[in-house]
């Protein structure tokens, strides 16, 4: 691969000419190519800068109105006192150093025909492709009594940043003794087994400083991510601490009462000292604004290029996504972010995008020190993203614990890998 | 000015050929979800990129496919590729800096 390396630099100067020449001849016609991407999480930032480096011509704007980034992923631990929250924060300043252009603001509208994006501020930009990567919003309304005021009450702390906070102060706040209620949603959502690895880092701290207290898992489902490895995890480390309550046995909860932090299910009601209430959710707003969302409230997608299958030369990727057997997870949103940045790059010289393969890997923690993990290899099947068949899976379920204690320090690596990545 | 033409499309076919071959093979670009792409991240996972590791990719791809390399979670992931797939993955990272 020498000569490929020489090969590359012998080039240098030629496709220096090429690309002034080739500016010149689309400023001349009016056509540079330009990408508008709306939303600067794992999705967002990582297809900024994976289109920069695919073809340094295009012109990349990044919209995101907050100056901060705070993660998702490892935000369970900040729940559980392992961690900081300043230890999930990331600013964009290496995204802009690598020529993007970011606009702090909100997109308020999007003309599909026309290829522009309204800024907050009344600003157009027009796009030859636009990428939504919005994440997720909560459906406040769809579980009777949980709307944003009862949030302050029963935090949901699935869009991590000040409801992490609150949901850890609440627990740091209850004597000892009392009942904390998780309320897990139906599929699909935000992160399969988050709900799980959050019960058990709460867990973790209720044994360590809390003992007399409960923790109770209402479900609206019979089978969860890792559910096996969870399971074994629980009785081995949480017995009689941590019940999980699934859909066939009432764990379905109808409807909440935020004053009373009280949480009705068919079959009963669950009077908690703490509720943690994770509610339905949809693709985040711009992506329904644009007209990509069909009725489930998520964006069917063009498995090669993540094109939506509503709206022309509008991409979503990440959270947003209809990805088929991809995970909403942010290890899936980056490898989308790279397999879209590919596609785009290539469709804004004519060219056809080629076959992708990609890979995710979601690790969770049970304990600080006891890490399980799901991984995945997927690719274009039947219009939808397929596993490869014989491919991914999860922890074998006999493993010693020095396997778990290992996939927990990768847990952390990858955190700091895939950031770095991303936000470095 | 014909010279000129033909002097441009000489010139846009080779900048179309580099950066095409700089675009990663399918699933190459993924696996920095976890191997470092930066020297600067201190991961127990090895980095990839550099021209003496296509064949430690190649060998350890194929090692955690068959199962005579236990992996926790490459054992899983390496099933997912072809020998084509990851020949094509070694070279190119023996491209990267």
Not at chain 1, 158 to 185: C, F, H, K, N, Y
Not at chain 1, 386 to 396: L, Y
């Amino acid at each position: 691969m020498k000569s490929g390396r020489r090969e590359f630099l012998k080039l240098g100067v030629a496709a220096t000419a090429a690309v002034a020449l080739s500016r010149a001849r689309a400023s001349a016609q009016g056509t540079a190519a330009r990408v508008v991407i709306v939303g600067g999480g794992f999705a967002g930032a990582s297809c900024a800068r994976a289109l920069r480096q695919a073809d340094s011509r295009i012109a990349v704007t990044l919209v995101e109105p907050s100056p901060t980034f705070t993660a998702c992923p490892f935000s369970n631990a900040v729940i559980a006192g392992l961690r900081e929250l300043r230890a999930q924060q990331f600013t964009y300043e290496r995204v802009a150093a690598d020529g993007i252009v970011i606009a702090r603001t909100t997109a308020t509208a999007v003309d599909a025909q026309a290829r522009s994006v309204t800024l907050a501020d009344g600003t157009r930009l027009s796009y030859d492709r636009l990428v939504l990567a919005p994440g997720i919003e909560i459906r406040w309304g769809a579980l009777p009594g949980y709307d944003q005021a009862a949030a302050a009450q029963m935090p949901h702390a699935w869009q991590a940043g000040e409801q992490t906070l609150l949901l850890r102060r609440q627990l740091e706040a209850m004597d000892d003794g009392g009942l904390v209620v998780i309320s897990a949603p139906a599929n699909p959502f935000r992160c399969p087994p988050g709900p799980y690895e959050r019960a058990s880092l709460i867990a973790h701290y209720l044994k360590t400083k809390k003992p007399k207290s409960k923790l109770i898992v209402l479900d609206a489902k019979d089978a969860f991510s890792k559910q096996r490895l969870f399971q074994q995890a629980w009785s081995d480390l949480y017995p009689g601490l941590l019940e999980w309550v699934p859909l066939s046995k009432g764990g379905s909860v109808t409807s909440v009462d935020a004053a009373t932090r009280t949480l009705v299910t068919d079959f009963g009601r669950h009077q908690a000292k703490v509720a943690n209430v994770i509610p339905p959710q949809k693709a985040g707003r711009i992506a329904d604004v644009a007209g990509v969302t069909d009725r489930s409230g998520w964006c069917p997608i063009d498995p090669a290029t993540f094109e939506s299958k509503l709206q022309p030369s509008v991409h979503v990727i990440g959270d947003a996504a209809i990805a088929g057997a991809m995970p909403k997870s942010a290890f899936a949103a980056n490898s989308q972010a790279k397999t879209c940045a590919a596609a785009i790059a290539r469709l804004v010289t004519g060219a056809v995008p080629s076959a992708p393969k990609l890979i995710n890997t979601c690790y969770s923690l049970v304990a600080p020190d006891y890490g399980i993990s799901v991984a995945g290899v997927y690719q274009p099947s039947g219009g939808q993203l397929a596993e490869v068949p014989g491919s991914g899976g999860v922890s074998p379920a006999d493993a010693p614990r020095a396997t778990r204690a290992a996939e927990a320090v990768l847990a952390e690596a990858w955190f700091r890998t895939i950031t770095d990545e991303i936000f470095g | 000015m014909v010279r000129f033409v033909a002097a441009a499309i000489g010139f846009v076919s080779i900048a179309a050929a580099v950066v095409a071959s700089a675009e990663p093979p399918a699933g190459a670009a993924a696996c920095s979800g976890c191997h470092p792409a930066s020297a600067r991240v201190t991961s127990p996972v090895p980095r990839l990129a550099g021209r003496d590791a296509a064949a430690a990719i190649v060998k350890a791809m194929q090692d955690f496919r068959s199962g005579t390399r236990t992996g926790t979670v490459m054992d899983r992931i390496a099933k997912g590729f072809t020998d084509e797939e990851i020949q094509a993955i070694a070279a190119w990272y023996a491209t990267q800096k």
